[in-house]
């Protein structure tokens, strides 16, 4: 009953009488006109399109296949990092297990980490690695598939640098991504800063009460 009575009360929370009582995120990314309108306060306003995930296909730390479906009416967070990062990644890591403990029994919210090493990091590499946070896959996945697609999705998808070197290095970008239930990009928050994980902490709150309201709206 806890379970079902936290998200209806945290509606109620951001909230009151049909009124937001919060503040809107931003879409990151390309945005086009649509050729449809909507009505505003009597204000012909043009819908816009925004920037989407594209259609993506990897393989969990399970060795099952992950598609940009099993996200489907879920918001998630995404991170990138690889098994042989050090430090660095584990710090980050650290810090996303902390906010998937806070969100384990929230079926909305799930967790997405994505080597950038995917010639390494394979499942059963990935399996072993998670397993160090003790959080189960449905909540928490770690990613891995064909290095093109992996680079593609972060550079294209997620709007963020990942590559390798011709000396072997790794570069990609440490912040976590939030994705809304429609794969839009609504925030960036870097993974290190304990102060930036508060944040995104308020803004997942703030993407379930959006989805709430979708739920309790008239049709």
Not at 55 to 81: M, R, W
Not at 113 to 136: C, R, W
Not at 174 to 197: C, H, M
Request: a positive charge.
């Amino acid at each position: 009953m806890l379970i079902l009575a936290v998200p209806g009360f945290l509606y109620y929370l951001l909230t009151v009488g049909g009124k937001n009582r919060y503040k809107s995120l931003p879409f990151f990314g390309p945005k086009v006109l649509a050729k449809t309108s909507h009505k505003f306060h009597g204000t012909v306003i043009p819908d816009t399109i925004f920037h989407k995930l594209p259609a993506f296909t990897l393989t969990d730390q399970e060795g099952k296949v992950i598609t940009d479906s099993s996200f489907a009416n879920k918001i998630f967070i995404a991170s990138f990092f690889y098994t042989g990062c050090g430090n660095a990644c584990d710090v980050i890591n650290e810090n996303v297990r902390k906010l998937a403990v806070t969100y384990q029994k929230n079926n909305m919210v799930r967790f997405v980490s994505i080597t950038v090493d995917p010639e390494h990091d394979q499942p059963l590499m990935l399996k072993h690695y998670a397993e160090k946070f003790k959080l189960p896959a449905s909540k928490w996945l770690f990613l891995t598939g064909d290095t093109t697609q992996v680079y593609n999705l972060a550079q294209n998808g997620f709007l963020l640098n990942a590559a390798k070197m011709p000396d072997g290095q790794f570069v990609f970008n440490d912040k976590l991504v939030l994705i809304d239930a429609e794969k839009r990009i609504r925030g960036y928050y870097p993974g290190n800063k304990i102060q930036e994980i508060a944040r995104l902490n308020d803004e997942i709150k703030v993407l379930i009460s959006e989805e709430l309201r979708k739920i309790k709206a008239p049709n």
